[in-house]
């Protein structure tokens, strides 16, 4: 009755050593597919998670991680999400080794190991999402629109239920990752360590000047040192707005309290809209790789 089967006493109901099982499957995935990107499919992973999490209303209570809709068009097609089956994909075969977890729980678990693998803060997660069909995709345009200013930002992730401080905390996250001129058309990553979860995002913010990128492409911004990072107009409306300059300036200062800071928005993030039955206190710790 291994990975998931129900037995004759009743249905698989895995314990926190299973979904440690899942965890560490993902982290050893993501020590041996290094053949992408910068190294590391942990960026994309985290991106997924958030996507999968950022559609939620918490007026209506729609959208949010539970469900995984993402597997579905239309949602899968929404500008937002290109690239995203990147990160789909890279978890299949993990998926077909647990069987009994949902995608809903699966992609969330994910972003919270590649977060962790990836050298940043534990991300305590639990599980308790539920896949939903086609039905349950969300509009178009619930995630944010990098273009915009900081009116835009929070008008998104208050819809969600966030405020001024979880907004810039959980903007650290872009020390992760590229853009790709293929997916959003903006192009380069924000540090100089893309698979590493740092605070120099905060850093380079605060640290670097900022011009506007000269090319064909959508307005973004380009650090004066070296021209090779890059900053989205949402990224700079960070250091515009003073209520949000405040937490740059202290996480660029205290990566400590980013690193805590951001646990707990990310945790609150991969939790929106979902119905648990288990509690803040049943989280679960996962033990890193080495
Ligand atoms: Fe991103 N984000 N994000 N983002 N994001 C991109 C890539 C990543 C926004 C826009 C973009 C968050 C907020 C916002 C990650 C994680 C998070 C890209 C590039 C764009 C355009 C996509 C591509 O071309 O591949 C906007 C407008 C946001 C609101 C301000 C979150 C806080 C930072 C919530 C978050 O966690 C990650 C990781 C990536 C890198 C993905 C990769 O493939 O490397």
């Known amino acids: 009755y291994l990975n998931g089967e129900s037995t004759p006493a009743g249905p698989f109901v895995p314990t926190k050593e299973d979904y440690q099982k899942v965890y560490d499957a993902i982290a050893h995935r993501l020590a041996n597919e290094t053949d992408y990107d910068d190294g590391s499919y942990g960026p994309v992973l985290v991106r997924l998670a958030w996507h999968a999490s950022g559609t939620y209303d918490k007026v209506t209570g729609t959208g949010g991680s539970n469900g995984a809709t993402m597997r579905f068009a239309p949602e899968s097609d929404h500008g937002a999400n290109a690239g995203l089956k990147h990160a789909r994909d890279f978890l299949e075969p993990i998926k077909a080794q647990f069987p009994w977890i949902t995608?809903?729980?699966?992609?969330?678990?994910?972003?919270?190991?590649?977060?962790?693998?990836?050298?940043?803060?534990?991300i305590p997660w639990r599980p308790g999402r539920q896949d939903k069909d086609v039905a349950a995709c969300t509009p178009d345009g619930r995630l944010p629109d990098a273009s915009k200013n900081?009116?835009?930002?929070?008008?998104?992730?208050?819809?969600?239920?966030?405020?001024?401080?979880?907004?810039?905390?959980?903007?650290?996250?872009?020390?992760?990752?590229?853009?790709?001129?293929?997916?959003s058309g903006y192009e380069g990553p924000w540090d100089f360590s893309p698979t590493v979860f740092t605070n120099d995002y905060f850093k380079l913010l605060v640290d670097e000047?900022?011009?506007?990128?000269?090319?064909?492409?959508?307005?973004?911004?380009?650090?004066?040192?070296?021209?090779?990072?890059?900053?989205?107009?949402?990224?700079?409306?960070?250091?515009?707005?003073?209520?949000?300059?405040?937490?740059?300036?202290?996480?660029?200062?205290?990566?400590?309290?980013?690193?805590?800071?951001f646990s707990d928005v990310y945790v609150k993030l991969l939790e929106l809209g979902v119905p648990f039955e288990s509690k803040p206190e049943d989280r679960i710790v996962f033990k890193a790789s080495e």
């Open 103 to 122: 995608y809903s729980d699966l992609w969330t678990l994910a972003g919270a190991a590649a977060i962790q693998e990836l050298g940043g803060p534990v």
């Open 209 to 261: 000047k900022w011009n506007q990128r000269k090319w064909n492409g959508p307005a973004q911004f380009t650090d004066k040192t070296t021209s090779t990072l890059m900053m989205l107009p949402t990224d700079i409306a960070l250091i515009k707005d003073k209520v949000f300059r405040k937490h740059v300036d202290r996480y660029a200062k205290d990566q400590d309290a980013f690193f805590k800071e």
């Open 150 to 183: 900081q009116d835009h930002i929070r008008t998104i992730f208050g819809r969600m239920g966030f405020d001024d401080r979880e907004m810039v905390a959980l903007s650290g996250a872009h020390a992760l990752g590229r853009a790709h001129t293929d997916r």
